[in-house]
Structure formats: C-alpha cells, structure tokens
C-alpha cells in the first residue's frame, strides 16, 4: 500500500464525514450560535473565560492529542494496517467525534460543568458520584504517569557511581530548558493578548518566533541537570501553581502556541509522507491473534478486544469527555465554534493516527525484529527519514527527529496540568449537593471544595503514585479509558432523550464500547489469576484483579440505569 494514498484518501473520508455526519449532528441536537455560553454567563476571570475559536481549538486539541494517537496505532500495526485503518476512520467519524461533540455540547447547556453533571441531571446523584469517583480515579493515574513521563524526559542520567554524564544528559537537559522558557513565552503571550489586547495575528507571528527562539537557546544552553525524583517535585509544584492559576495567564495561551508544534509536525510528516509515498511494509492483516512480532516479545492478545483498546486518542477515548466538558466548555465563546473544536479536533487526531501508521509502515522491517520500539522513536524515525530522502530536506534528519520528539513531549506536560485542572474539577463537584455551587457550599465541605485544596489532595497522590508503582496498574488504564467513553456516550445519550432530541446515533457507539471494555476486564482477571502467587509478583496481580471487578461493577450498574432511564423515555414518548 502506498503511504501517501493511504494517508490522501484517509483525510478526504475524515473531511467528507466532518460536512456531512458532522453538520447533521449539529442539526440533530439544534446547535444555537445565539445563545449564551457559560463562559460569558458565569465568567469569573479564572476557569470561566472566552476564548477566540483558534486559540480555544489549541488547548483542546493539545490537550486531547499527547502521544495517545501515535503510540496506539504504531502498537495495534501488528494486526496489520487495515484493520487499523478501519477503525481509525469509522472509530474516528462515528465514535470518538460523536463522544467528544456530544459530551462538550451536553456540558455547555450544563453551566460548562462536567459529564457527572449531565448524568446527574438524567440518572440522579448516585450515579453522578460513581462516575466522578471513577473518573476522579483514572485521572489521578494519568497525572501519576504524565508526571513520570515528564520527569524522565527532564532528568539526568549518572553513571554506576554517581557521577553526572552530561554527555548523555545533554538531551534531556535541553528538553527541560525549552519547556521552562516555553513556559514563560506563554504567559507572556497570555499578558499581552488578554490585558493588553494585542491583536491576536501579530501575537501569534511573534510568540512561534519566541518558540523557535526558545529551541536555538535550549539546545545550546541548558544548565539544568536534576535527577527524576528532583524533576518529579518540580512539575508538582508547577501543575499546583498551573491547576489553579487563571486560564488566560497560562493554560490558554500555552496550549495554544503549543498547538503550532504540533501543526508543524504534522506539516513536516505530510510532507516527509506525501513527497516520499513509500509503499509500507506493513501485511494487510496479520490474523486475529498478535504473536507479538514486534520485538518487544508482548503480545497484545487477540484483534478483539485489543485493537479497540489500543487505539485510543486516534478512534475515541474517554479522556477526551472530560477535557470537553471540563475546561473546553467553560471557554466556548459561542455555540457555533463546538463542532470545528470537539468534532473537528478529534478528526485532526485521527489524521494524526494514520500519519503514525505511514510512520511504522515505513520502518516496519526494523520495528518487528525490535531495532526500534518505543513509539514515539517509531514516529520520529519513519517521518524524519522520509523527509530525507526528499531532496530540499537532505541532510535534515537528526534536526527533524530532534523537533519530533521535542513536541511529543511538549503535548505530554499539557496533557498533565489539563488533566490535573480536571481532577480538580471533579474533586470539587463531589462535595456538591444537587443546586449548590462551590460559593454556597458550607461546614467541612467548604474546605474540600476550595480550589487549592482540592488541587494539592490530587497532586500529591498523583505524584506520591507517580513515585511508588504507578505502573503495576497502568495497564488497566486502557480499559479503564474506553470504560469512560462508554460511559460519556451513555450519559449524553440518556440527557439527549430527556430534552427530546435525536440520541439514536449514540447506541450502537456504547454498547459497542461497554462490550469491549468488559471483555477487556475479563481477560485481565484471567491473566492475574494466573499470576497470583508467581515468583516476584508480589500483592500487585490481586490489586489489579480487584480493580478490574470494580471497574466491571460499576460500568454494569451506570449501563442499566442508562438502558432504563433511555426506555423510560421512549414509553413516555
């Protein structure tokens, strides 16, 4: 297969169903640019804030992005690259952009509160407590694995006895430099666009400047060398400080510059793609069943349910509902700008996914015997090395995949401060009675639901996860961040039949989604029963067992309170 039909052909379908499905969804749901958005109707200087579409369409979509679309379709590749295809474009189109739409539009008429709200509103308190303490959950283990993330691409590397190697620190020690100065570009940007009213045009030219500035003096000076634990007290301290700061100081114009790293990479991957149109190695299909030809020696097991879990951010994700209806919505300037934002933004990410599978495509004889394997150094190899054999662009190699791997990275700290800013949203919403807000709220509730306490609760088990085994548990995660788009597609669902609207399109999306997930959580119990009592495993197999029934409990109990909320509304049609 071609690369650049691939990936020509893949984009069309995704523009096609944005016009088409898109605009109808729209219709369906009565999208109205007239009406007041939360964001002007309860605008408080601090969450509540509008934003210009573009630069609202950048902190969502970094926030979504991450490394989620590159790293699933680059692992599911093993299946072969049509069913990845396949699911990229259907998952994309009629899942994931349907998931993100509805979720960000059911909050907007919800005062920009979350998707606990909205169920709440359709199934009652209880319901919204056990979606909030499981998304609370799930968002404390992002944050925990984020955190690591980031420190490790910060911190320094010392030999056997303790001394600092600045040679092989030296990458790392530049990542950190341009981010702190990204980071003080931003607010910089932030000051001058929203108190000085600079126009956003000339602001946007001058800070990508600043952002390439910030690159040329971080990888010529970076005096910062610090070990992990060290760099994981810093990010702490700075999504604290992030998490509760105003967003136009930081988290709007940071997002959005940081959405230019990566339009530019994807701009230079279209680019290496299109110039070069490789035929990719990768087989049509593989089989059902992975036998871990990777060279990681894993498998991911059979084509379903792993596909589906796999590939996440690139089809549909959970995480995304809460980044909609947690900070997107309390910015949404106007009604009309939800479609291009959530369903527009997670079709770009599926762009992003077949983008990463040319990538894998290209270096597939590599990447199966296990030259290289982490995915992120799949994308960054495949696309720098297509770009190099187009002629204006020899000799660039080393340069693209250094800035490839710096915006990877950038995308995960922005993911972090985002999803530990929802965290603390939903820690705050737990404490609320049904009409309270967080000014009405009095005695020991009053406490939990300030924004700094309910901030440094959910940093500091973030990070203390961080540092203690976070991942003995991650591999839940997946399951557990389908389990949420299941859940998200029921909610908005259930909401849509309560005003008498068209939810017909949601069925077959979380019903599908809780199946796969449940399967999923069933093949984990299998493997830990196994593993309970083998040498070294430890308490770990019995903690991941006991979560994977939680997680199979608490999908079963939300899921019939959906079904008999939808058929009650149908009888009463």
């Not at 000799?395 to 929802?422: K, M, N, P, Q």
């Not at 909610?491 to 399109?505: D, P, R």
Request: some cysteine; aromatic content about 10%.
């Amino acid at each position: 297969m071609n690369a650049a039909l691939l990936l020509v052909v893949g984009c069309v379908i995704l523009i096609v169903g944005y016009v088409t499905y898109g605009k109808w969804l729209a219709e369906q749901w009565g999208i109205d640019e007239n009406r007041v958005t939360p964001a002007h109707e309860l605008e408080d200087g601090n969450d509540y804030v509008p934003a210009k579409a573009p630069v609202l369409m950048g902190h969502h979509f970094s926030s979504i992005a991450g490394a989620g679309p590159i790293n699933g379709p680059i692992q599911a590749a093993v299946f072969g690259w049509v069913p990845v295809l396949l699911w990229v474009l259907i998952g994309g189109i009629f899942f994931g952009a349907v998931h993100d739409f509805g979720a960000l539009f059911a909050s907007i008429r919800h005062k920009g509160q979350s998707i606990g709200e909205v169920i709440e509103d359709s199934m009652g308190t209880g319901a919204k407590r056990l979606f909030i303490i499981f998304s609370y959950l799930t968002l404390i283990l992002v944050v925990a694995a984020f955190a690591s993330i980031v420190a490790n691409t910060f911190k320094a590397t010392y030999d056997e006895s303790g001394v600092l190697d600045k040679v092989a620190s030296s990458a790392n020690a530049s990542t950190a430099m341009i981010s702190i100065l990204f980071i003080l570009v931003a607010i910089v940007f932030g000051f001058l666009v929203y108190r000085r009213n600079a126009g956003l045009g000339i602001s946007t030219v001058i800070g990508v400047a600043a952002i390439v500035l910030c690159m040329a003096i971080g990888l010529n000076f970076h005096p910062l060398y610090l070990n992990g634990t060290t760099w994981m007290i810093i990010v702490g301290i700075y999504i604290t400080i992030a998490s509760v700061t105003p967003v136009w100081i930081l988290l709007q114009p940071r997002d959005y510059l940081s959405s230019f790293l990566l339009y530019g990479m994807m701009i230079v991957a279209v680019v290496g793609i299109v110039g070069a149109h490789p035929t990719i190695d990768i087989p049509a299909f593989t089989g059902f069943v992975d036998q871990a030809t990777n060279g990681s020696g894993v498998s991911l097991g059979t084509l379903f349910p792993a596909l589906f879990i796999t590939i996440a951010c690139g089809a549909i994700s959970g995480f995304h509902s809460l980044v909609g209806s947690g900070t997107t919505a309390k910015q949404l300037d106007n009604e009309k700008d939800a479609r291009p934002i959530a369903y527009g933004g997670m079709l770009i990410e599926c762009a992003l996914a077949l983008i990463s599978l040319c990538a894998v495509g290209y270096i597939w004889k590599e990447y199966v015997p296990g030259g290289v394997t982490t995915p992120t150094a799949v994308f960054a190899t495949g696309i720098s090395r297509m770009c190099a054999t187009i002629p204006f662009l020899a000799g660039a190699e080393h340069v693209i995949y250094s800035l490839l791997i710096l915006a990877v990275s950038a995308f995960c700290l922005t993911s972090l401060d985002t999803a530990t800013r929802l965290a603390r949203y939903m820690f705050q919403e737990f404490w609320l009675n049904p009409g309270e807000d967080v000014a009405s709220v009095t005695g020991f509730r009053a406490i939990l639901v300030k924004p700094i306490v309910a901030t440094l609760i959910t940093v500091v088990l973030g990070i203390f996860l961080g540092l203690n085994g976070y991942a003995n548990i991650w591999a839940l995660f997946g399951a557990a961040n389908q389990l949420l788009a299941a859940l998200g597609l029921m909610a908005v669902a259930t909401w849509l039949g309560q005003i008498g609207k068209n939810n017909k399109m949601f069925f077959i999306p979380m019903f599908f989604m809780l199946i796969v997930t449940i399967c999923s959580l069933l093949l984990t119990i299998k493997a830990n029963l196994g593993a309970i009592g083998a040498e070294g495993a430890g308490s770990w197999p019995i903690v991941r067992l006991v979560l994977a029934v939680l997680l199979i409990v608490l999908s079963l109990i939300l899921a019939v309170k959906a079904v008999k909320t939808i058929s009650g509304q149908k009888k009463n049609a």
